[in-house]
C-alpha cells in the first residue's frame, strides 16, 4: 500500500519500455491496396486521404514502396472493368486481382506476403456479396459457395499467399478449402472474415473499392452489432471448416469481441481497422481537434492489446514510418 507501494516508480525514463507489456511492430501491419482495371492514373479516394485507387501498371512500384517501409504483407481488392449479377470478373486468370498478384509476386517474390480478398460486392452489378433471388433480392448462400471457391483458386494459380473470403456466407471456408486442396494448393491458408458485423463504419471502403449496393444492406449475412455470443459461433466454424487465421471486422468498436475471440480459442487473430476509423481520425486531425500521429499509434496499440496478431490499416505506411524513426 502507499506510501510504500508507488506505481509512479516504473514509469520513468526507459524504465516503461522494459515493463511495456504490448508491443507494436511493422511485421504486425497489412496494407490493403485498390487496384483498378478502368484507372489510367492513380486516382485518391475522395474520404480517405492518402489511399489511393491504382491501375495495374503502378501496383507494383506501390508493392515495393511499401516492402521498403519493412511491412511485409498486403492485402488487394480489385476493381474489375466489367462487372454482371453473377460477378463473373472476378474469377479469370486474367481479372485484375490476378494480373496484380502475378506482378507484385514475380518482382517481389517471397519478399511480399499477398493477400486476396475472396467476395463477390466489388464484381456484381447490385452489390452484394453473392448470388441474388432477382424476386426476393436475398443473397443465395449455397449457390454462391462454388463461385466462392473459384474465385480463391484463381487466386492461388496467380500466386497468391493466403486467401481472405470476406463475404459471410454460411459454409465458405469449406468451400474454399475444398476448392483449394483440389487444385493442389493444400499449403494456402485462409484468413476468413469470421466475425464480420454489419457495420456503418465501412461507408468509405465503397468508395474506394466501388461496392455499393442497389438494394437492401447486408444484415441477412454480415452480424447484429448488438451480439457478442455469435461471434464466438462463427468462428468456430469457421475454424472446423479449416481457417487457418480468423478475423474481427471492424476493430476499433469491437476490442471486446476481439478479445473473447482470443481468449477463447488461441487462434491467430487479424482484425481490420476499417475505412471508417481511418477516415474519422484524419478528419478529426485535419481539423486540428487531435494529434494524428498520436491517435493513430494508440489505436492501432489498443487493438493489439485487445489481442490482434495482425491489423489491416489503412495507416500501414504512416504507423511504420512512425516505428522506423
Request: hydrophobic fraction near 40%; charged fraction near 25%.
Amino acid at each position: 500500500m502507499y506510501p510504500n507501494i508507488r506505481m509512479r516508480r516504473l514509469r520513468n525514463g526507459k524504465i516503461g519500455n522494459l515493463i511495456r507489456e504490448t508491443s507494436l511492430g511493422v511485421d504486425d501491419l497489412i496494407y490493403p491496396i485498390f487496384v483498378d482495371e478502368t484507372a489510367e492514373s492513380i486516382v485518391e479516394v475522395p474520404s480517405m486521404e492518402g489511399v489511393l485507387r491504382l491501375p495495374l501498371s503502378e501496383v507494383v512500384s506501390e508493392a515495393r514502396n511499401v516492402a521498403d517501409l519493412g511491412i511485409s504483407s498486403l492485402m488487394l481488392f480489385g476493381i474489375p472493368s466489367q462487372k454482371d449479377e453473377k460477378g463473373s470478373s472476378a474469377y479469370g486468370d486474367n481479372d485484375i486481382v490476378q494480373q496484380a498478384t502475378r506482378a507484385i509476386k514475380e518482382e517481389l517474390g517471397d519478399d511480399m506476403v499477398v493477400i486476396t480478398d475472396v467476395c463477390m460486392c466489388e464484381y456484381t452489378s447490385h452489390g452484394h456479396c453473392g448470388i441474388i433471388d432477382n424476386e426476393t433480392h436475398d443473397v443465395i448462400n449455397d449457390e454462391t459457395l462454388p463461385i466462392l471457391g473459384k474465385i480463391a483458386a484463381s487466386h492461388a494459380r496467380a500466386g497468391a499467399d493466403m486467401v481472405a473470403p470476406s463475404g459471410m456466407m454460411d459454409g465458405m471456408v469449406g468451400a474454399i478449402r475444398q476448392s483449394l486442396d483440389q487444385e493442389n494448393f493444400s499449403d494456402v491458408p485462409i484468413m476468413s472474415y469470421a466475425a464480420k458485423y454489419c457495420s456503418a463504419f465501412y461507408g468509405p471502403f465503397r468508395d474506394a473499392a466501388d461496392s455499393c449496393y442497389c438494394f437492401g444492406d447486408r444484415s441477412t449475412y454480415q452480424m447484429d452489432p448488438a451480439n457478442s455470443d455469435e461471434a464466438l459461433r462463427e468462428v468456430e466454424l469457421d475454424i472446423m471448416e479449416g481457417g487457418d487465421i480468423v478475423m474481427v471486422k471492424p476493430a476499433l468498436p469491437y476490442l471486446d469481441i476481439i478479445y473473447r475471440i482470443k481468449q477463447e480459442f488461441g487462434m491467430p487473430t487479424a482484425a481490420y481497422s476499417v475505412s471508417g476509423e481511418y477516415s474519422m481520425l484524419k478528419a478529426a486531425a485535419q481539423q486540428g481537434w487531435l494529434d494524428e500521429k498520436k491517435v493513430m499509434y494508440e489505436s492501432l496499440m489498443s487493438i493489439k492489446r485487445a489481442g490482434a496478431d495482425m491489423i489491416i490499416t489503412y495507416f500501414a505506411k504512416e504507423m511504420a514510418q512512425l516505428l522506423n524513426e
